[in-house]
């Protein structure tokens, strides 16, 4: 366990809810939750550079691999839908939302700026 915590940092019932979907039982040089999920979580959280990771984390290579794998796993996305859901439910509404809304200006700038694109690029 690191000596320093942040806000970024999982709660014990979080890490409960997603210890499941990692090995945890493997004798590793960095803790899972510790050392690489708080640490992606705190770059995501502040926008930090991987780079710029505070020592208390593992090193930022090891971090970076972590993110990478999972992300190509799913289990990233698996992740944001468990603690999406959470917090949906906490404010007591359905876990998923029930309704689409596409914002009709955007594709409307789309449409617009499509042709100005290709126009530039026959200069």
Do not use: N
């Amino acid at each position: 366990m690191r000596q320093k915590r942040y806000d970024s940092d999982l709660t014990d019932s979080q890490w409960e809810r997603l210890s499941r979907y990692f090995a945890t039982d493997r004798k590793r040089s960095y803790s899972l939750r510790y050392h690489v999920l708080d640490a992606i979580l705190y770059v995501v959280k502040t926008g930090t550079q991987w780079r710029m990771l505070p020592g208390e984390f593992a090193q930022w290579q090891t971090v970076y691999y972590y993110f990478r794998r999972w992300r190509e796993e799913g289990r990233i996305l698996c992740i944001l839908s468990i603690t999406s859901r959470s917090v949906r439910r906490r404010t007591g509404r359905h876990g998923e939302p029930s309704a689409l809304i596409i914002d009709c200006q955007s594709v409307l700038l789309r449409e617009w700026a499509e042709p100005v694109a290709s126009t530039l690029s026959r200069r």
